[in-house]
């Protein structure tokens, strides 16, 4: 349950300013708004988190705050959905989380290898190891390489599992016969399915209305890009997390794609050029 910003920056004293760089996922309410809506809390279960920039949480208060009967100090991440949020944004800890969950998989699964042929094995890392990393990757957006690489850490040691390879061996050619996009492709790949269905009527309305063309800005219409399928980079502040936001993560994978993807006629169409074009920045060099 969340509050208009400008109240909960009432309520805690702080200026507007600040408070228009962060979010809070629950916000504190008084114990009538519980009765009024006929909501049971559990108080075992409440947490809050300020979310903004590093730089900006020390303008933020650290007290707690009073949810029902019960204060509840602000926690520096949250689990929403199976997805963690850090208070500065850096989805750090969600890398930390599922790279483990993934070797703890990995784990379980090698003590069955000799068991079970190639095939079989392949389905199983597929289901429980590939899926793991690919779940709400799109959060993972221009994440800083080592963090992305812990992830990677998880798909290379699942590549030669399968083969049966030994350490000394190179795995490159293992990932090449899976057909497996490298963990930043992944992510790409997600967020270019997420922008075609917003520019085709696929997504809510504010996913919708979250991108412009090129060619329909007045301004940019005798551009050789608005004659491309080419979205507008909107403006950011914050070079740490704005460049992250949908709507500048998905204009920017979207403009850096051929027109022969940007212009698939239909989502399967789309699915096959863009995991063609993802797999050929892979390993073009192989």
Known sequence: MTRP?????HIHHISHSCGMTCQLLLAPFAPTTVTDNRLQLNCGKTDFAWLTTNRSLHRLPTMGST???VTVVPSQSLCDLGVYFDADLTMRTQVQQYASRGFAVLRRLCSI???VPTSVFWSLVTAFVQNLLDYCNSLLVDLPAN?????QSVQNCAAPLIYRLRHSEHIT???LS??????RERV???VAVLTYKALNGLTPPYLSSAFTLVADVPSRRRLRSASTNQLLVPSYQRSTIGRRAFPIAGARVWNALPSDVTAAPSLAVLGRRLKTELFRRCYNAV
């Open 188 to 190: 790409e790949y997600k």
């Open 113 to 115: 290898r000799r068991y």
């Open 147 to 151: 963090l992305l690489q812990r992830l």
């Open 173 to 175: 050619d293992a990932l």
């Open 5 to 9: 910003r400008p109240q909960l920056c």
């Open 178 to 183: 899976l057909h497996w996009l490298r963990v």
């Open 67 to 69: 949810i029902g009967l």
